[in-house]
């Protein structure tokens, strides 16, 4: 950290905003790749064996909702940061 305190500042703006932007990569590669680990969840919930009409009603409903419930985040983690969701209410 002392170094860059010797640097000028328009250089260490520029490093600190390419740092930012390299952040921000980060984070929404990151988002994505939870997004895509919901959706395979919800995939999963849908193809279990307890999802099948054949098993309990209960069995099939609570299947049915941690298929929505992971869909619901998948939705969550893919909308842009800047666009309000229902888990900002």
Same mark, same amino acid.
């Given at each position: %950290? ?11 703006? +520029? ?7 390299? +952040?921000? =990569? @980060? +984070? ?6 939870? $997004? ?9 919930? *849908?193809? /279990? *064996? %307890?999802?099948?009409?054949? @098993? @309990? *009603? @209960?069995?099939?409903?609570? /299947?049915?909702?941690? $298929?929505?419930?992971?869909?619901? &985040?998948?939705?969550? &983690?893919? $909308? ?6 229902? =888990?900002?209410?």
């Amino acid at each position: %950290m002392e170094a860059l305190a010797k640097l000028p500042q328009p250089t260490r703006d +520029i490093a600190a905003e390419r740092f930012a932007d390299l +952040i921000s =990569l @980060s +984070i929404e590669a990151e988002r994505l790749r939870c $997004a895509k680990l919901c959706r395979a969840r919800a995939q999963l919930w *849908r193809t /279990t *064996r %307890m999802a099948r009409s054949d @098993s @309990s *009603r @209960s069995a099939v409903e609570e /299947t049915r909702a941690r $298929a929505n419930e992971a869909e619901f &985040l998948a939705d969550a &983690l893919e $909308a842009p940061p800047d666009e309000p969701n229902e =888990l900002d209410a």
